[in-house]
């Protein structure tokens, strides 16, 4: 092999590297950003990302949220009865199907919490600005598909329990 063809492979592994250690990098700093606005706000870091799961999807069941989290439904009967005390969140009984119960968000509740998530957002915004629309599309795509795999991947482990 000719170290034309050896020189570009490397570097495109080495990119790759790159972008795999920055992720890692990346998700250790948003688990201690969450642990650090949960903490702030009386909740864990899985009841903030829970609320916030919540916020996005709207009201869900306690089956609901063990799907999008990777938890055991024992242990999201946990995790609302927590939050439930702490006023985040309340459950209620569907109208068509009174056996079905559905954990709804208090908003009010979350009001510190989306205001420090606001100028975050605010940031991130600014922080943005310098990429062209054709990198912005191709870092959504990125973390949308990171996602995706990630979510497999849970379910897989979630299967093999």
């Known amino acids: 092999m000719s170290s034309s063809n ?3 492979r490397l570097e495109r592994e080495k990119l790759i590297e790159a972008v ?3 992720s890692r990098e990346s998700s250790t700093m948003a688990v201690f950003f969450h642990s650090i606005i949960a903490e702030r706000s009386g909740l864990g870091a899985t009841e903030e990302k829970t609320l916030s799961l919540l916020e996005r999807l709207g009201p869900l069941t306690a089956g609901e949220i063990a ?3 990777g938890l055991t439904t024992p242990s999201v009967t946990s995790l609302v009865d927590r939050l439930e005390s702490k006023g985040f969140v309340s459950r209620i009984r569907d109208t068509q199907d ?3 119960v559905i954990v709804e968000l208090n908003k009010t509740q ?3 919490m989306n205001n420090v998530f606001n100028t975050l957002r605010e940031n991130f915004h600014d922080f943005l ?3 062209s629309d054709e990198q912005l599309a191709t870092i959504a795509d ?3 598909r990171s996602v995706q795999r990630s979510h497999a991947f849970m379910a897989n482990l979630a299967h093999k329990d």
């Open 6 to 8: 050896s020189t570009p």
């Open 20 to 22: 795999i250690n920055a």
């Open 67 to 69: 799907h999008h989290t």
């Open 98 to 100: 009174r056996r079905r």
């Open 110 to 112: 979350l009001a510190e």
């Open 129 to 131: 600005d310098v990429y």
């Open 142 to 144: 990125f973390l949308t």
